[in-house]
């Protein structure tokens, strides 16, 4: 089994509709992000989490929100999506210590298209 | 803020050495990541500079200059297997998040 697992791997959704994408690990890390990756713009931060009480906006955080249900388990929703969400979405986990933060493990991504 | 720019495509050849820059602009400064990701894929580490100097792992080699807020990544003896996207990644200080450049596109022909 995968270290960090993301589900679904795909989904197609239409616009205005609430979505959730799952990402849950066994590295046993504490930190854990998400990115979104679109074409040409690298990967951008969406939020990041340090442990269960703590949550932390990233560089494009409006239109989403996320939830740190345990220490394995973040999810990320889109309340209300809208076309230019259309993206790969991918959920990473890392170390707690300073450079143990720059070894991030990405999991296999989740690839959003809302219509 | 927190910017890193590095060249958007890069080719080169079979056996050959290719060099990709990273120049970054930030706050803070806890070290440089790069991470590499094939077509689709996950992305994956592949190196962390935290002090200045080379680094190397095999055939990747990753260097950081603190003063000229400049770092690398040289791969050496190319093989088609290393055509991948390319990603310089910053810490901009402690109990925050990596930032990533918009990636660098190497294409390895034979």
């Known amino acids: 089994d995968a270290d960090v697992t993301q589900t679904p791997r795909n989904r197609i959704t239409k616009t205005g509709k609430r979505i959730m994408l799952e990402c849950s690990q066994t590295?046993?890390?504490?930190?854990m992000y998400w990115y979104r990756q679109d074409p040409g713009l690298g990967l951008r931060l969406i939020y990041y989490?340090?442990?269960?009480?703590?949550?932390n906006k990233g560089e494009i955080s409006d239109g989403y929100s996320v939830s740190r249900q345990a220490q394995a388990k973040f999810s990320l929703s889109l309340e209300s999506a809208i076309p230019n969400q259309t993206a790969l979405y991918f959920c990473?986990?890392?170390?707690?210590?300073?450079?143990?933060?720059?070894?991030?493990?990405f999991g296999a991504g989740s690839r959003l298209t809302v219509l | 803020g927190q910017s890193l720019e590095q060249p958007s495509e890069v080719t080169a050849v079979e056996g050959a050495i290719v060099q990709i820059n990273c120049t970054y602009q930030?706050?803070?400064?806890?070290?440089l990541s790069w991470y590499q990701q094939h077509d689709g894929g996950a992305p994956t580490f592949l190196s962390y500079?935290?002090?200045?100097g080379l680094e190397e792992t095999g055939r990747f080699s990753s260097f950081l200059s603190r003063s000229d807020s400049y770092g690398y990544l040289l791969l050496q003896e190319l093989q088609m297997k290393d055509s991948a996207s390319y990603f310089c990644?910053?810490?901009?200080?402690?109990?925050?998040?990596?930032?990533f450049g918009k990636g660098t596109t190497l294409s390895v022909s034979s």
């Open positions: 990473a986990t890392s170390d707690r210590d300073s450079s143990g933060a720059n070894v991030l493990t």
């Open positions: 590295k046993g890390h504490d930190r």
């Open positions: 989490s340090f442990d269960v009480k703590d949550i």
């Open positions: 930030t706050s803070g400064f806890y070290g």
């Open positions: 500079n935290a002090l200045d």
């Open positions: 990644a910053a810490l901009r200080e402690a109990g925050t998040a990596l930032i």
